[in-house]
């Protein structure tokens, strides 16, 4: 089904998104991996008690490209997508650089494939940044 959606249509929703206030934004999109918009994070940073560096936050647009998973251990695709976000949203509240929440929201999502449950194939916060 991800297919059928056109690349330029992440834009529209993104702007669209953004417009209403929307700071981080990230579409979960399958086998295409997952589409990263912000907006002003000095914003968010005054008004909330993150500290993303905004620098590195503020205004980008990324494709996070999929890591790809070994079929031979994926056991249970329930749940990937909710692990990547929950990757992602854990790095953005230690305040990791964009790109590296996108490769946690990668590896969680990969990796969650390997449990027979959302969470077992999980690997530590540890073992995922090294």
Request: proline share 5%; glycine share 8%.
């Amino acid at each position: 089904m991800v297919d059928a959606i056109p690349l330029p249509l992440f834009d529209r929703l993104a702007d669209q998104l953004l417009s209403m206030g929307v700071k981080v934004l990230m579409i979960k999109a399958g086998h295409r991996g997952a589409y990263l918009r912000t907006g002003k994070i000095a914003d968010l940073n005054s008004t909330t008690s993150l500290r993303l560096p905004a620098d590195n936050w503020s205004n980008r647009k990324l494709w996070i490209d999929p890591i790809p998973a070994d079929p031979d251990r994926m056991k249970n695709a329930c749940g990937a997508g909710d692990c990547a976000v929950a990757g992602f949203l854990t790095a953005l509240l230690k305040g990791a650089e964009i790109e590296n929440a996108a490769r946690y929201a990668m590896r969680a999502g990969r990796d969650s494939l390997y449990g027979i449950d959302a969470l077992s194939g999980l690997s530590d916060w540890n073992e995922m940044t090294s």
